[in-house]
């Protein structure tokens, strides 16, 4: 099995954060006490099946820096956490102070979706102002899955890089804390083996493939309850399904499974749907998101363990999102996501025309260099500032007209 290719910043990490070791990052939570507190009850209800109103949101603070415009970002938002942190920062200012929805501030450690992978030997791209990537794959045989071996959560790949980054928020910040980007076991499994090996082993070598399933679950557990001690007491239970606050009552843990589109419903029951719930059941519950459609794996989220709500950037496919109220009706709340559309008016105005409020939040996530049209997301360029003004006043004018 090849070493670990990924070398920590920590280094430059731990300079530039003896440089900025004093600096504060905070907002007046004082101005939006009784706002956030209003809110937390509100998606609290959601979450009971009591709501009435369907919260939204027009989420402008991505954490991530895909579809971001690349002159915003700064060249350090991985090697400096003030860097980072006062990106997120201003983007929440900005939010707070000009959209009046469902929106609950925190701070993401972000490293993209390939954090645990490059702390078990997967080499990783880093490029200037883009989301880290794995370039390359550690498993090639389904023998070598006996050599894996779980990593030094404080020493190995970009790990140290998160801990580092929570250390800093915390200190330095008034904003709640979340742990970074978990995946899941499936993802975790994919980057180390390629997708390709991976689906084929299941028919293949699938002894092979539970182990490795059993390994990325462990590993996980442990590498989001490390992440959890770095953060204050009262932050421990609490996390953010894709920057969505999940009531703290109902778990503290999301996972992402993407690739639940690519499998059939009969693999995902047997090689995923045990791993995750073993996830969700060590975090007392928690959400999963998927891009896309996955129309043949509802049932099997309605039966994984644990699960309290489904995140789904739907991608305009509204027949999904018919059939998952139908089917989570007072079971499963669901979070209706999407990029923001070019044809906004069109798409909110047919989607708000059947959508159910009771136990749904709406989002839409602004990302300006690419928009949903036409069922997928497409390049575009717009003022992100702006276009999160005009989907906010259309969607309130909308739901409280």
């Known amino acids: 099995m090849k070493e670990i290719l990924y070398e920590s910043n920590m280094n430059t990490i731990n300079n530039q954060t003896n440089k900025t070791r004093n600096m504060r990052y905070d907002i007046d939570l004082t101005r939006y006490s009784e706002r956030i507190s209003s809110l937390e009850q509100t998606i609290n209800d959601v979450y009971e099946f009591k709501n ?8 402008y603070v991505n954490y991530w820096l895909d579809g971001e415009n690349p002159g915003l970002i700064p060249d350090n938002y991985f090697t400096n956490p003030a860097a980072q942190t006062k990106f ?22 972000w490293f993209g979706t390939v954090v645990l992978p490059s702390a078990l030997g997967c080499e990783i791209a ?4 883009k989301d880290p990537a794995v370039k390359t794959n550690v498993i090639q045989h389904p023998e070598e899955i006996t050599k894996l071996k779980l990593p030094d959560f404080d020493h190995d790949g970009l790990l140290p890089d998160v801990l580092s980054t929570i250390d800093f928020m915390v200190s330095n910040s008034n904003i709640p804390v979340s742990i970074t980007d978990a995946q899941g076991p499936l993802n ?8 390709e090996n991976l689906f084929v082993w299941m028919y293949t070598n699938p002894n092979e493939v539970h182990e490795i399933m059993e390994f990325c679950t462990e590993a996980l557990i442990k590498w989001i309850k490390v992440q959890k001690e770095h953060l204050k007491p009262d932050m421990r239970q609490v996390t953010w399904p894709h920057g969505i606050l999940l009531p703290e009552n109902y778990g503290s843990v999301w996972l992402a499974d993407d690739d639940c589109t690519q499998l059939s419903a009969e693999l995902y029951k047997e090689f995923v749907v045990p791993y995750n719930s073993k996830v969700f059941k060590a975090f007392n519950g928690g959400t999963l998101h998927f891009c896309g459609t996955a129309e043949h ?28 109220q139908d089917l989570y009706k007072n079971k499963l709340a669901i979070m209706v996501c999407d990029f923001a559309p070019v044809n906004y008016e069109d798409y909110y105005t047919e989607l708000l025309g059947f959508l159910e409020p009771k136990g749904t939040i709406l989002a839409c996530f602004i990302a300006p260099k690419y928009s949903l049209q036409n069922g997928q997301y497409e390049t575009t360029d717009y003022n992100g500032k702006y276009r999160s003004l005009q989907l906010y006043n259309f969607l309130n004018k909308a739901l409280n007209s």
Do not use: W
Request: net charge neutral.
């Open 297 to 324: 794996q509802l049932e099997n989220f309605l039966q994984t363990e644990g699960l309290v709500g489904v995140n789904n950037f739907c991608m305009g496919n509204f027949l999904q999102v018919k059939k998952m």
């Open 88 to 109: 997120q920062v201003d983007k929440i200012n900005h939010h707070l102070q000009s959209l009046n929805d469902a929106y609950i501030p925190f701070l993401h450690p």
């Open 126 to 129: 880093m490029n200037p102002r």
């Open 188 to 195: 975790i499994a994919l980057n180390l083996c390629g997708v």
């Open 52 to 59: 009435s109103n369907l919260p939204f949101i027009v989420n």
